[in-house]
Every structure is written in structure tokens, then in C-alpha cells.
């Protein structure tokens, strides 16, 4: 079974410039997750969604960070203007369903240097 | 979200047991208790997860205290690939149900 999908691996870019990283779940995942996670820390969440809804996005600074996704499989995650402290991690993850019992599984994760 | 609190790092040897203990005295009945680890330069990967009674799986053994107000994963026989952060989360039933990670135990294991 084919896991988590996330592109690019890798990106450097300079401050005040923009980014998009790409998330393709497990087959048949209904939940969505996009976390953040900075050297040293713990994983952070970003947005939860379900199908194409968004569960939870209340640490999502949304004055430069946006998600979507689209048909309720891929997702996109934005980030415009980055500042240096979005220097991070972002891990896509996917379950088939929220609930407790539900296994979370992750992506290898998109690493951003914002320089 | 209720909180756990692990050491920040322990040590073992190759091919003894470890016993990684998690403390959460504010868990709820109905939490679950998820450990995930992560390996170097990877994402989390899901571990073990129990409510009240003690769980056996290929990766781990993990034992509840009756009063739930602490947890313990077991791994049988560490090897070098157990070389990880390990995190121990309680996720609730009702809400959105997310993983909130904390710091997690870096365990290092000696060859």
C-alpha cells in the first residue's frame, strides 16, 4: 500500500517569497492533516480536513498560510509572504476517519528553509 | 487538550527491554492513549494505542495503569532501529480528535 505522498522534499527560499507544498493522502483517507514542525519540537497542527471540510484550523496563521483541498484527496499548502521563523517541517498525514481509534500515518514531510 | 509529560531522553542497550513511561494525571474517560515515534529525518510513525486495558502488538507492549493516570510502552528487545523521539498522546473521543504531540523521549540505544 502506497503511503503518504508529499512534494517537494526539499525548498530554500528567500523571505517574503511564496511556496506551495503538495500532499497525497492513503487511498480512501477521509482525514487530512497538515502539521508543522520545528527543529527540536514537536509536531504542531496547522488544519484538519475532513473530506473537503476543514475541522480544525485554529493554529493556522491565516494572514500568510492557506490550505485547500480540492475533491476531498490532494491538498495544497500555502505559504505567502514567508517570514524566517515558518523555517520548519511540514508534515501531510491521513487516516480513514477522525476518530480515536483511527491510525494516523505521515509523509516523509516537505523541508523549508526561509533564508 | 490533556496533557502528558515523558522524560526527555532515556538510554538502553541493544537487546534489552526499555520501558518508556508517560505520566497523564488529567486524562479523561474516554481518551485514548496513542504512541507514535520518529525516527530520524522521517515523519511520526503510529506505535501502539489503548483505553483501558493493556495492548500487545508486533512493535511494542504497552501497559495502562488501572487508574489511567499513566502509561508505559514496552519495547521487548531494542535494536538500533528503536533509535527515535517517542511520543505519548492522549486523543480524545468527542471534538476533533487530533494528535497534539508534546517534547516525546529521545531514546538512544547503545550498540
Known amino acids: 500500500e502506497a503511503g503518504v505522498a508529499q512534494s517537494p522534499r526539499y525548498k530554500i527560499i528567500e523571505k517574503r517569497q511564496s511556496v506551495a507544498f503538495w500532499c497525497n493522502p492513503i487511498?480512501?483517507?477521509?482525514?487530512l492533516y497538515w502539521y508543522q514542525q520545528i527543529l527540536g519540537q514537536g509536531p504542531k497542527l496547522l488544519i484538519q480536513?475532513?473530506?473537503?471540510?476543514?475541522?480544525?484550523d485554529s493554529q493556522l496563521p491565516k494572514d500568510r498560510f492557506s490550505a485547500e483541498r480540492l475533491k476531498g484527496v490532494d491538498s495544497t499548502l500555502k505559504i505567502q509572504p514567508a517570514k524566517l521563523e515558518d523555517s520548519a517541517v511540514y508534515l501531510c498525514?491521513?487516516?480513514?476517519?477522525?476518530?480515536?481509534?483511527?491510525?494516523?500515518?505521515f509523509g516523509e514531510g516537505s523541508w523549508l528553509t526561509v533564508v | 487538550d490533556a496533557k502528558t509529560t515523558q522524560p526527555n531522553s532515556m538510554e538502553s542497550n541493544e537487546e534489552e527491554p526499555v520501558h518508556l513511561p508517560c505520566n497523564h494525571s488529567?486524562?479523561?474517560?474516554?481518551?485514548?492513549i496513542h504512541w507514535y515515534r520518529q525516527l530520524p529525518s522521517q515523519g511520526p510513525e503510529y506505535v501502539i494505542h489503548?483505553?483501558?486495558s493493556n495492548v500487545n502488538n508486533r512493535m511494542a507492549s504497552l501497559a495502562i495503569a488501572e487508574d489511567r493516570k499513566s502509561s508505559t510502552l514496552i519495547l521487548h528487545r531494542a535494536t538500533l532501529r528503536d533509535a527515535a523521539v517517542y511520543y505519548c498522546?492522549?486523543?480524545?473521543?468527542?471534538?476533533?480528535?487530533?494528535?497534539?504531540f508534546g517534547q516525546g523521549t529521545r531514546l538512544t540505544i547503545n550498540p
Open positions: 498525514a491521513s487516516s480513514l476517519a477522525g476518530g480515536p481509534g483511527n491510525t494516523i500515518y
Open positions: 487511498s480512501g483517507h477521509a482525514t
Open positions: 480536513f475532513q473530506n473537503n471540510g476543514v475541522v480544525d
Open positions: 488529567t486524562i479523561s474517560g474516554t481518551d485514548y
Open positions: 489503548g483505553l483501558t
Open positions: 498522546i492522549l486523543r480524545a473521543l468527542q471534538g476533533a480528535q487530533k494528535l497534539v
